[in-house]
């Protein structure tokens, strides 16, 4: 297999990827198992890991692909110990679980008062938001990047080092408009990353995250594309406020990743939240 992300020394590593199904974490797999670490992939859909798993072995990596719920730590534990068998102890555990729910978001961008006065049928509001949506998002991007940290990385700091990489968000850096659960449940992941860089740090576990911008995933393409292609209204307005002025690919997202589980090139690095969003991040707008 090609070894073309040779910057990260992690040849015969354990590396274990929640949400590894989808598009950006099957991508950041798929270049940790060119680095030859040993990669276990997890997700709710076995399939789908294990078509990501399947992808690396025709390229001649080594990896495997489990089902787990990331909010359930029975199933957590289930897939630790599946790994341990096979692999052994994890030393590289990327939190890529995540994603957004229409109950957690409004149907517009702003309050205006005839929404109040003349509501449109279907219409969601602040005042109109479920609780229960709010909470999903919640547990799936906060509790499910903390549940799998305490899963996997007892072995890590009983062994004295190790490598833990969240996934944030531009929405952590600065809310978009619509998506409030979201926006604050990866302003927890990017709070709870340095919390965490802190606490770990005497057991020699660095803890950083990746803040991806705006990629088309599977599921954010309906939002920002139309069938045909061409770009959504939203979608127009995230391309006019990125001054690089086009979405990421995946592989935008690997040469960081690469560099963070690296202990000779990022050895002294923990608590830091990456930005890869094309300027987003940088612009004001005007």
Same mark, same amino acid.
């Given at each position: 297999?090609? /070894?073309?992300?040779?910057?990260?020394?992690?040849?015969?590593?354990?590396?274990?990827? +929640?949400?590894?199904?989808?598009?950006?974490?099957?991508?950041?797999?798929?270049?940790?198992?060119?680095?030859?670490?040993?990669?276990?992939?997890?997700?709710? /859909?076995?399939?789908?890991?294990?078509?990501?798993?399947?992808?690396?072995?025709? @390229?001649?990596?080594?990896?495997?692909?489990?089902?787990?719920?990331?909010?359930?730590?029975? &199933?957590? @534990?289930?897939?630790?110990?599946?790994? &341990?068998?096979?692999?052994?102890?994890?030393?590289?555990?990327?939190?890529?679980?995540?994603?957004?729910?229409?109950?957690?978001?409004?149907?517009? @961008?702003?309050?205006?008062?005839?929404?109040?006065?003349?509501?449109?049928?279907?219409?969601? +509001?602040?005042?109109?938001?479920?609780?229960?949506?709010?909470?999903?998002?919640?547990?799936?991007?906060?509790?499910?990047?903390?549940?799998?940290?305490?899963?996997?990385?007892?072995?890590?700091?009983? /062994?004295?080092?190790? +490598?833990?990489?969240?996934i944030s968000s531009m929405n952590a850096f600065t809310p978009l408009t619509k998506i409030p659960a979201y926006s604050a449940a990866k302003a927890a992941v990017s709070n709870f990353t340095q919390w965490l860089a802190v606490h770990m740090a005497k057991v020699g576990i660095r803890v950083n995250a990746i803040a991806p911008g705006f990629f088309l995933t599977d599921q954010n393409r309906s939002l920002l594309t139309n069938e045909d292609g061409s770009m959504t209204p939203r979608g127009q307005t995230i391309i006019s406020h990125t001054p690089m002025g086009r979405y990421g690919d995946p592989e935008d997202l690997l040469g960081a990743l690469l560099w963070l589980v690296s202990d000779s090139a990022a050895g002294f690095v923990t608590g830091t939240v990456v930005a890869i969003d094309g300027g987003f991040s940088a612009f004001s707008g005007v």
């Open positions: 297999m090609s /070894r073309a992300f040779s910057i990260a020394d992690i040849e015969g590593k354990v590396a274990v990827v +929640t949400g590894g199904g989808g598009v950006l974490c099957g991508s950041m797999a798929k270049a940790l198992a060119s680095c030859g670490a040993k990669v276990a992939i997890l997700d709710l /859909r076995a399939e789908a890991a294990a078509a990501v798993a399947d992808e690396i072995k025709a @390229e001649g990596g080594d990896a495997i692909g489990l089902s787990a719920n990331v909010l359930e730590r029975a &199933s957590l @534990e289930a897939a630790r110990q599946q790994i &341990s068998d096979i692999y052994g102890p994890c030393d590289i555990l990327i939190n890529g679980a995540g994603g957004n729910h229409p109950k957690g978001t409004t149907s517009k @961008e702003q309050l205006l008062p005839e929404h109040l006065t003349n509501p449109t049928e279907g219409m969601t +509001t602040f005042f109109d938001l479920d609780p229960k949506g709010i909470e999903f998002v919640f547990g799936l991007n906060f509790l499910g990047t903390l549940l799998p940290s305490q899963v996997f990385a007892r072995d890590m700091a009983e /062994r004295g080092k190790g +490598t833990i990489i969240n």
